[in-house]
């Protein structure tokens, strides 16, 4: 007679599982076996924005972890608005109105916009349309004039 389980494959973590217990204290490799992560991808967190407690060993508070996860959820649910870059250095957003950029020309309909992260230094990059382009310029002209004294 064959059984039948009901229990999922061994290899999969369903997403309730790689939730912390919010008063529970973590340690740095009860992260990374919970989430599934190599020691670096914690630490990167931690630059990221991930705050620990600093005792004879680095624990995570299990609210903190949530709390994070859900941080970063929403920024990467939100698109870049029309002038925005997403910057791979910082996993930010910059907007091309505030901050100083290079055009290179790419094609005929598109062209390529970079610019260096105020925050990293590292370059952010993104394709744009001949229209938008000059519809850019465009508010960064009137932005000039608005702001000159006359």
Known sequence: ?????????????????????????????????????????VLNWMKYGLRSI??????????????????????????????EIHCTSCKGKHSLLIEPFDVAEAGRSRTRVSLTCPETGGKASSFLRETDLEELRHHLESKLSAETPV
């Open 54 to 83: 600093e005792t004879e060993r680095r624990l995570f508070l299990g609210a903190e972890l949530n709390s994070f996860h859900s941080m970063r959820k929403r920024q990467v649910k939100s698109p870049c608005g029309r002038f």
């Open 1 to 41: 007679m064959m059984s039948t389980s009901t229990s999922r494959p061994s290899g999969k973590k369903s997403k309730r599982s790689r939730v912390a217990r919010s008063n529970w204290l973590y340690t740095q490799q009860d992260v990374q076996s919970l989430y599934g992560v190599c020691r670096n991808t």
